[in-house]
Antibody
C-alpha cells in the first residue's frame, strides 16, 4: 500500500527556515516523480516543486531561490527545505507521488503538514 | 504558463441532480487534464485522468470529457458524499502542472 507521511510543519517567524519531510512506503521515491503542492487557508491548490526520478528539480516562480527539494533514497524520503519564509508561504503542504512520467497525474497524496509563517 | 479557469466557482445542487463543471485552458493541452475531489480537511483525491479515464475505485457516476482547451466533469446523480470542492489540473505543460481555482459543490 502506498503511503506518504509528511512532517516538519509548524509556526515559524518571517525570514525563518523550515524543513519538511515526506516518508514514503509502498514504492521507491527514486523511481517516481515526487512533488510538493500547497494550499493556503481557504484557497486553492498551488504546485510548488518537483524532483524527477532522474534527479532534476523544478520550482514555482513564487518559491524559486528560497525552497529546495531533495530526496534521500536510503530513507525513501523526500524533503522540502524552505528558507526566507514569508507570510504568504502559510499553507498546508502536501507531498505527492506524481507518477513515473512528466505528464502523470497526482495519484497519491500525503495528509499534509501545516506551515504558519507569523510573528 | 498555462492558466486553468473553472466555472462556476460554486454551485448549489440537490441529491440526485446532474452536475456539470467546466474547465478551460488558456492554450491547447490535448487530453492532459485531470480532475480531483477535495473534502474539508482532507487531501485531494484523483477522480479522472487524461480527460476521461476513471481512476480505479471512483464511482461510475463521475465522468470526464473534452480535449484541446475545453473540458467537463459530470456527476450523473449527485450523492451526499459528493459535496466537496473539485479542481482541474493540466498535465501538458510540465513541470508546472497548474490547477484551476476550484468549484465548490454545496447542498441546496
Amino acid at each position: 500500500e502506498v503511503q506518504l507521511v509528511e512532517s516538519g510543519g509548524g509556526l515559524i517567524q518571517p525570514g525563518g527556515s523550515l524543513r519538511l519531510s515526506c516518508a514514503a512506503s509502498g514504492f521507491t521515491v527514486s523511481s517516481h516523480y515526487m512533488s510538493w503542492v500547497r494550499q493556503a487557508p481557504g484557497k486553492g491548490l498551488e504546485w510548488v516543486s518537483v524532483i524527477y526520478s532522474g534527479g532534476s528539480t523544478y520550482y514555482a516562480d513564487s518559491v524559486k531561490g528560497r525552497f529546495t527539494i531533495s530526496r534521500d533514497n536510503s530513507r525513501n524520503t523526500v524533503y522540502l527545505q524552505m528558507n526566507s519564509l514569508r507570510a504568504e508561504d502559510t499553507a498546508v503542504y502536501y507531498c505527492v507521488n506524481s507518477g513515473t512520467r512528466s505528464t502523470s497525474p497526482f495519484d497519491y497524496w500525503g495528509q499534509g503538514t501545516l506551515v504558519t509563517v507569523s510573528s | 504558463d498555462i492558466q486553468m479557469t473553472q466555472s462556476p466557482s460554486s454551485l448549489s445542487a440537490s441529491v440526485g441532480d446532474r452536475v456539470t463543471i467546466t474547465c478551460r485552458a488558456s492554450q491547447s493541452i490535448s487530453n492532459y487534464l485531470n480532475w480531483y475531489q477535495q473534502k474539508p480537511g482532507k487531501a485531494p483525491n484523483l477522480l479522472i485522468y487524461a480527460a476521461s479515464s476513471l481512476q480505479s475505485g471512483v464511482p461510475s457516476r463521475f465522468s470526464g470529457s473534452g480535449s484541446g482547451t475545453d473540458f467537463t466533469l459530470t456527476i450523473s446523480s449527485l450523492q451526499p458524499e459528493d459535496f466537496a470542492t473539485y479542481y482541474c489540473q493540466q498535465g501538458y505543460s510540465t513541470p508546472q502542472k497548474t490547477f484551476g481555482q476550484g468549484t465548490k459543490v454545496e447542498i441546496k
